[in-house]
């Protein structure tokens, strides 16, 4: 307080302490302006700066008006000073410390700017609501989402006029508006932080994120959702779609494979039907993949017309499609739509001027008949498949168990036959091969035999194929060689012996070749006693290959047959394509030798082996009437039950000493054939004639 000559009447300890006054200036009697001079050089800033603020005062005081003034110190301190003149014209002073009112409103201005700022700036549409459902506050994105005026959304709104509004705007969500406000409402009084998607009449989704809050009102997030989804969906569909033909992928056919049990249990009858083009891979070499893609769409395409909008149409891959039927009312179904699927790939496909001519082969399962869950009618059906493929295709074949008990087989031979080498299973057995004119044995063919543990003696048609489908053939092949040939080698100088090859050890890197000549060289034989017989089938397709490695081998000195003569496609022309030593007549024209057809080919076969300088041998001859027809046709060569059935190497070797000297004369062997009859359960039947 200041008397009216400004001095100082009176003034507190928080003054002084407020401003770090000395004592001699809290003195009563001090001068105002010393004071304030004082107050001013240690750090005292007026908001309107140090020289106004004595004017400022005197102006109040003039004037006999109170004012407000606010000043800040040096230490950060924020001071408010009323001053208010007194009668006596004096006049008193409060300094009030604001600071921590000041800053508080200020950051609160600051927070509430930034507050406003991350509102409007959010993608999702944001609307707070008080425990009397009554708006606190949105944001800009809420209403423009909802397309309402921005203006229009007011704190203290109800939840149910926003609502309406937004359903006037025409944001109608599917299902309904009252439908919708009643739900929300479900919602709100439910106070569970919950998420719901709403989808829109406009075709947009907005996914809707509601959160209680403590005073029973709530915070609700709205995002648009519309572009994610579509995003996800067509990731979706990628991921289970076939990218050429936007057919299901295996991918999503297994999925509803795994229904199918389900779908059984209810009742239902489905069909899986697995279905092959044939021929399609001479597409893709002869015309070139985009032609290839091309009949593929196509192909596609009428499977699509084949079948039902609620079957499910896949490509499993390459030319690979499958089919799952619902609902069937029987069978035959399935037969229906496998022989309209036959029908329909038949016909020729028109791909930018070129005529395509495929076919498809359909293998069909139908449960609960041939399983009972997706996996097993999928197996099944892959099974049928491969029998329709068998049968010559452009056929359907369904399931049947027999099937299975074939693949079955199948496998455990695969299984055993790579431990069979091994575990030194194989066995050769050795059939003579007779010269006719002479009556001695020229040479023997040594024949394959499998003493498989479990089931006993097996003859190669029962794994031979086996073996050359999984390559084991090669192995298997070369032990043969090795062993025929170390065999043969302990035989008289002048009896030759034959070895089977299959067109698999022709293949490229299979060093036939290389084998042979190992074979030869491991068991001293002169290259002149072995003899390689082989099908037609080797030579087939063009095979160049092969045909090299043939005339290295007969460069090596060994001799070439051809076996089974008759049995193939066009033998003749293969014997204009290689100089064969010796073509062996199947046995299937020696046994009908009564009927008039197979007598003109044996015929022809041996006058066309004169001609061309080759030796004739005639297989499977079993009686005395056969040969005796062989030997008017003047065939070179007989091998057959009549003389002697394929023997283990200890007996032919007993035989071959034998006859060493003398001629070979059926039915007067000598040989013991107690050991052979074990051996050659399936020649038991036929009468091997001993003396
Ligand atoms: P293949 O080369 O035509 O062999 C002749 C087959 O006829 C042999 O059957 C033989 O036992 C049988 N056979 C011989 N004489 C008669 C007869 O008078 N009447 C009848 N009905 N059959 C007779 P096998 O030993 O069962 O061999 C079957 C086929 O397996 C052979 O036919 C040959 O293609 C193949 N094979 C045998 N051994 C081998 C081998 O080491 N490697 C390869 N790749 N195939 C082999
Ligand atoms: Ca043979
Ligand atoms: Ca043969």
Avoid at 94 to 116: C, G, P, S, Y
Avoid at 223 to 237: F, K, L, P, S, Y
Wanted: aromatic share 6%; with cysteine; proline share 3%.
């Amino acid at each position: 307080m200041f008397d009216a000559d400004e001095n100082l009447v009176v003034c507190n300890d928080r003054y002084a302490s407020m401003y770090e006054l000395p004592e001699e200036l809290t003195k009563p009697g001090t001068p105002h302006r010393s004071i304030v001079e004082y107050r001013l050089e240690h750090g005292m800033r007026p908001a309107r700066g140090a020289a106004g603020f004595l004017d400022r005062h005197y102006e109040l005081m003039d004037q006999k008006k109170p004012g407000v003034e606010t000043v800040t110190l040096r230490n950060g301190r924020i001071i408010s000073i009323r001053h208010q003149p007194m009668k006596d014209g004096g006049w008193v002073a409060t300094h009030q410390d604001m600071t921590a009112e000041i800053t508080q409103a200020k950051k609160l201005e600051e927070q509430n700017l930034r507050f406003e700022a991350a509102l409007n700036n959010m993608t999702q549409g944001l609307c707070m609501f008080d425990g009397d459902k009554r708006l606190v506050v949105s944001n800009r994105r809420y209403a423009e989402m909802y397309r309402i005026p921005w203006q229009d959304v007011k704190a203290g709104m109800s939840l149910e006029d926003i609502l309406r509004q937004r359903l006037e705007a025409g944001n109608h969500p599917i299902g309904g508006g009252d439908a919708f406000v009643a739900s929300r409402l479900v919602v709100v009084a439910e106070a569970k932080a919950t998420r719901f998607v709403a989808e829109m009449t406009d075709g947009r989704v907005i996914s809707v994120v509601h959160q209680p809050l403590a005073d029973g009102g709530w915070v609700a997030t709205h995002e648009d959702i519309t572009e994610q989804r579509r995003t996800q969906a067509r990731v979706q569909h990628l991921a289970r779609h076939d990218a050429l033909t936007d057919l299901s992928n295996r991918i999503l056919f297994q999925e509803h494979l795994e229904e199918v049990a389900a779908r059984v249990r209810r009742g239902e009858m489905v069909g899986v039907l697995c279905i092959d083009l044939d021929t399609f891979k001479g597409v893709n070499d002869t015309l070139g993949h985009g032609v290839g893609d091309a009949v593929l769409k196509t192909v596609s395409k009428r499977l699509l017309d084949c079948a039902r909008d609620t079957d499910l149409v896949a490509r499993l891959g390459g030319d690979e499609f499958a089919i799952l039927e619902s609902r069937l009312l029987q069978p035959e179904d399935a037969a229906l739509l496998a022989a309209r699927i036959v029908k329909a790939i038949a016909e020729p496909f028109d791909i930018n001027g070129h005529l395509v001519l495929i076919g498809a082969s359909v293998g069909i399962a139908v449960a609960p008949i041939d399983g009972e869950d997706g996996e097993a009618l999928m197996r099944h059906a892959d099974l049928a498949l491969y029998r329709a493929k068998g049968e010559g295709r452009g056929t359907y074949h369904f399931y049947e168990k027999s099937l299975d008990a074939a693949l079955q087989e199948r496998r455990s031979i695969e299984a055993g036959l790579r431990a069979a080498l091994l575990h030194n299973e194989f066995r050769l057995v050795y059939q003579p091969l007779v010269n006719v004119s002479e009556n001695r044995v020229s040479s023997c063919e040594a024949l394959l035999r499998w003493e498989h543990p479990e089931r006993g003696l097996l003859d190669p048609r029962q794994f031979i194929s086996i073996a050359e489908e999984t390559g084991l053939i090669v192995p298997i092949g070369e032990w043969v060689l090795r062993e025929a040939c170390a065999t043969a080698a302990t035989w008289p100088d002048h009896i030759g012996v034959a070895v089977n090859l299959s067109p698999t050890q022709f293949g490229k890197n299979r060093n036939l070749v290389e084998h042979v000549k190992s074979a030869l060289a491991a068991a001293a034989l002169r290259p002149g006693r072995l003899e390689l017989e082989i099908t037609e089938s080797v030579l087939l397709a063009d095979n160049e290959l092969a045909l090299k490695i043939l005339v290295k081998l007969k460069e090596l000195g060994v001799k070439i047959a051809m076996d089974d003569f008759g049995t193939g496609y066009s033998s003749l022309s293969y014997l204009r394509r290689f100089p064969f030593d010796k073509i062996k007549i199947d046995q299937s024209f020696v046994q009908d030798s009564s009927g008039p057809d197979s007598l003109a080919i044996v015929k022809a076969v041996v006058g066309l082996g004169q001609s061309l300088g080759m030796m004739t041998t005639a297989e499977g001859v079993e009686t005395e009437a056969q040969l005796n027809m062989i030997r008017e046709q003047g065939c070179t060569e007989v091998q057959g039950f009549l003389f002697s059935v394929p023997l283990p190497a200890t007996s032919i070797s007993h035989l071959l000493e034998r006859l060493n000297s003398g001629t070979f004369r059926h039915g007067l062997t000598g040989t013991d054939t107690s050991g052979i009859m074990n051996l050659e359960a399936r020649a038991s039947s036929r009468s091997v004639k001993t003396s």
